[in-house]
């Protein structure tokens, strides 16, 4: 059973800085790792998604890394801005199907 | 080319009372899916329907059923509404299925109440 976990839970940090958001995986068995951002009382917007094929997918300031043989991947968001505060989620697909497997997310919150 | 439309935006029931809830996908995405969205379990997946066709189903009771048009418009339906059924419900559609790496895209949710 596919187990995903972030870390840190929340995370704060003054606007400008570049941050490293955590995400592990169980199975790494995985087509793909897609990273959303939510805002509160928002639905999911995807921002990122690599291919188990790809090691990396940058988009803007965001660029996040997938190692499928430790499980792990990485959101490196740069010269953060108070814009970018909101919760990060990253999710995998449950074996050759549609399902998402997400972890808890981590909650960002850029100040000014 | 428009997102993910869900409908309505927020309800309020009561325990015992039955619900429905829509989503209109992308435009050509013919894959739905719904999530269960609680501040204690995070996302959990309900179930997703292809081609009219429910394709995989997550472990949440009976009482939660849904059903695809041919249009790939998707409603879900909760009976027998008990409090720990208050949550966000969000739907997803992509383009293709069976894990073939398209991205899926979410709606903004339908936030349920239940008195």
């Known amino acids: 059973k596919q187990e995903v976990t972030q870390i840190p839970a929340a995370l704060s940090v003054p606007e400008g800085e570049n941050l490293v958001l955590n995400c592990s995986f169980t199975?790494?068995?995985?087509?793909?790792l897609q990273w959303f951002r939510q805002d509160p009382g928002k639905g999911l917007t995807s921002l990122l998604l690599i291919q188990s094929s790809q090691r990396e997918q940058t988009s803007g300031r965001l660029n996040a890394s997938l190692d499928k043989s430790s499980g792990r991947s990485t959101l490196y968001i740069a010269a953060s801005q108070p814009g970018d505060s909101a919760t990060y989620l990253c999710?995998?697909?449950?074996?050759?199907?549609?399902?998402?497997?997400f972890g808890k997310g981590t909650k960002l919150t850029v100040n000014p | 080319k428009a997102g993910v439309t869900q409908t309505p935006r927020y309800l309020i029931k009561t325990r015992g009372q039955q619900v429905t809830l829509s989503c209109s996908p992308i435009?050509?995405?013919?894959?739905v899916s719904w999530y269960q969205q609680t501040p204690g379990q995070g996302l959990q997946f309900l179930f997703e329907y292809f081609s009219e066709t429910q394709r995989n189903k997550g472990n949440f009771p009976g009482r939660f059923s849904g059903r695809q048009f041919s249009n790939s418009r998707s409603e879900m339906n909760v009976s027998t509404l008990e409090l720990g059924d208050s949550a966000l419900y969000l739907c997803a559609s992509s383009l293709e299925g069976q894990g073939l790496g398209q991205p899926q895209h979410f709606g903004d949710g339908t936030r349920l109440s239940i008195l």
């Open positions: 435009s050509g995405h013919r894959s």
């Open positions: 199975d790494s068995a995985i087509y793909n």
């Open positions: 999710a995998v697909p449950q074996g050759g199907s549609e399902k998402l497997v």
